[in-house]
């Protein structure tokens, strides 16, 4: 396995996207060199307007096998900082580093969402003024 650092958008991590095939995954916005080495091995490379290029990292909920008989992944383990477990949803513009495995099946290859660590949250529907930082006070406010 192997561990990536980048920026997460539209990060699915312990719930799964449902709005086609079940599946949890993170759009991982790394530097342009990487991503030229994913994308120069096959791998899925989306381009973010605005933002960068992302490796797309995804795990499908099932899974079929040769009997037929389908079977369900569990959702990737999630950390923070101090690697202990962590319960929330993942904003835009978090800094993170996901564990991936690399697979390929014929034709096919992809990057099993393994599990992310959360190294700086941008909190998921934040409260309104959640962005303020705390301000040092810069003297007396006149009155109006």
């Known amino acids: 396995m192997a561990v990536l650092e980048g920026k997460a958008y539209w990060a699915s991590v312990l719930t799964p996207n449902t709005k086609w095939e079940p599946m949890y ?7 342009q060199e990487v991503a030229e080495g994913f994308k120069q091995r096959g791998f899925t490379i989306k381009e973010m307007e605005d933002i960068g290029s992302a490796v797309v990292i995804k ?7 040769a009997n037929g008989t389908v079977h369900t992944r569990p959702a990737p383990r999630l950390f923070d900082k101090a690697k202990q477990p962590l319960d929330c949803q993942i904003g835009n513009g978090s800094t993170v580093k996901v564990q991936y495995r690399e697979w390929e099946k014929g034709d096919w290859k992809g990057l099993d969402f393994q599990a992310m660590q959360v190294l700086d ?4 529907n934040a409260p309104a003024g959640s962005e303020f930082d705390v301000e040092e006070s810069l003297g007396e406010v006149d009155e109006l």
């Open 59 to 65: 795990r499908k909920v099932n899974w079929t096998d």
């Open 121 to 124: 949250l941008v909190e998921y």
């Open 25 to 31: 995954s993170v759009n991982l916005v790394v530097d």
